[in-house]
């Protein structure tokens, strides 16, 4: 071919094989196969010669072949609601720790409280032959992970249920939580309390509107339907509803907030007012303890709920667990001022 007719190298170069770390190092692919799998019978000099080839040449060991001959991957799956959500943050972090102890990569995607995503992210990494899957459901119906799990793919809930299957799962006391909170309200004189939470076929959205009324009942307080909002998180939406609660001749005296991306738009909200109104929101937020006043929290433990839930899912991989369980982790009332104002009137 004409020197000006021939075809531009690739950027890529072909991938080094143990053929040509062999070649390299002097010795043969078992030697290489030896080194690159830690296994016994190579001496110090011929190792150290094999290693120098593999930096050399940026040798990579293709675990593919090691996935047909185990049956395994070492990785796992983690279908988040949305991975830009800071409480979802520390919960990712502690499934990778927990992942990386037990040697296996972690592969996570956000389902963005969509169900049909949710399907989609959780069948593809099945394709993908991942081991496990810690997921945080969006829909209802789980039904579509039966085969994956019957074939061997270990599988948790997190955060909230499964729907209409037996799995593990693994959720905070949204109800206890947000009864404590509102009770707290109720303790320091207020008796017009707002809620306003996420949509309402959420599991923690519908239990922690639970908790909220389970505190009011408890208080003996009628609640008026003015005093609830659910829906979506967008601002615009959270906005108009604490306007209107705070609005009229018998605005609320205390809002409680369901989630913190409700909490940070109430926060804006009350900033925009002269008169005080008590906040208590389920979920810590960051800098919450330099607001004026502090924001007290129902708090809960989203490293402990990842935690626990890879640990149970490496526990169903070595055959330890057989019986499907629903663990609950408690949740905390953090007092630092907001919910500590009384009544403005």
Known sequence: MPETQRRPESRYGNRPTMKDVAARAGVGLKTVSRVVNGEPGVTPETERRVQEAIDALGFRRNDSARVLRKGRTASIGL?????????????SRAVEEVARAHGALLINGSSAEDPDREQELALALCARRVDGLVVIPAGDDHRYLEPEIKAGVATVFVDRPAGRIEADCVVSDNFGGAREGVAHLVAHGHRRIGFIGDMPRIHTAAERLRGYRAAMDDAGIPVEDAWMSLGATDPLRVRRSAEEMLSGPDPVTAIFTGNNRVTVTVIRVLAERTRRVALVAFDDLELADLLQPAVTVVAQDAAALGRTAAERLFRQLDGSLI????????????TRGSGELPPAD
């Open 79 to 91: 279908v988040l609601e949305d991975l830009a959500d800071p409480f979802y943050g520390p919960l």
């Open 323 to 334: 019986v499907p369980e629903h663990i609950e982790l408690p949740t905390r009332l953090v």
